[in-house]
């Protein structure tokens, strides 16, 4: 697609459910990122894929956090039994692999509130 | 520990002016830095990439500077607009496989 696509761009969950956010990078990206931003703050790196691998997972909060990346495109990101602590933007950011000038794509995020 | 510093001040400045911004960092060596551009509930925009061998990269009014020496980055805007008006964020890799770590941003107000 023409841009990183993010899905749903809000939710709202009870504390205790599970959550699923997707994302769509752009075509053709091997890298993918997710990050969360919670508000009035910086972005916090969660997991790293380079096509379906994830070489790094060092920021994934909890083990109630896990990723996938599936046919080296779409990205789910599920949280087990949310928090209210989990409430935030959740970003994703899609990249080209080369020695040039790059830099990451972002989704407009999904805004993730937990009551 | 690893720290990358922005100003959390909000930056106010007239429009025409040139904005300033500064990014500073301890404990990394990075190849490269990022900054990016942050509106209200959007994701950060890419603006440019300096790579620790460039003194200074420009694109359009943009400006960037990197002192590895001193372990800092400015970011300058050229005659400033109320368009220009966001939180800039910068951004580097400090393990050399494209995983950045961002600054916590500083937010820009050019008021005509």
């Known amino acids: 697609g023409a841009g990183v696509s993010q899905s749903p761009s809000n939710k709202v969950t009870e504390k205790g459910k599970d959550v699923e956010l997707r994302c769509d990078p752009i075509?053709?990206?091997?890298?993918l990122y997710w990050y969360r931003q919670s508000l009035g703050q910086g972005l916090e790196f969660l997991i790293y894929?380079?096509?379906?691998?994830?070489?790094?997972k060092s920021g994934l909060p909890s083990d109630r956090f896990s990723a996938e990346r599936t046919g080296g495109s779409v990205s789910t990101l599920t949280i087990q039994r949310t928090q209210q602590e989990d409430s935030a933007v959740y970003l994703c950011a899609s990249s080209v692999w080369t020695g040039g000038d790059y830099g990451y794509t972002f989704g407009s995020g999904t805004r993730l509130t937990v009551v | 520990s690893q720290k990358i510093e922005q100003n959390s001040e909000a930056l106010n400045i007239q429009e025409g002016k040139t904005a300033t911004l500064t990014c500073n960092y301890t404990?990394?060596?990075?190849?490269?830095l990022q900054w990016y551009r942050q509106d209200p509930g959007r994701g950060p925009v890419f603006l440019l990439l300096?790579?620790?061998?460039?003194k200074e990269k420009r694109k359009e009014r943009l400006k960037v500077t990197f002192d590895t020496t001193l372990k800092q980055s400015l970011f300058h805007i050229t005659a400033s607009q109320p368009a220009d008006s966001a939180t800039y964020l910068c951004a580097l890799d400090p393990g050399g496989y494209n995983k950045l770590i961002f600054g916590a941003g500083t937010r820009l107000a050019v008021h005509p």
């Open positions: 404990n990394y060596s990075p190849a490269y």
């Open positions: 075509s053709g990206h091997t890298a």
């Open positions: 894929f380079q096509g379906n691998s994830a070489p790094d």
């Open positions: 300096i790579r620790e061998n460039e």
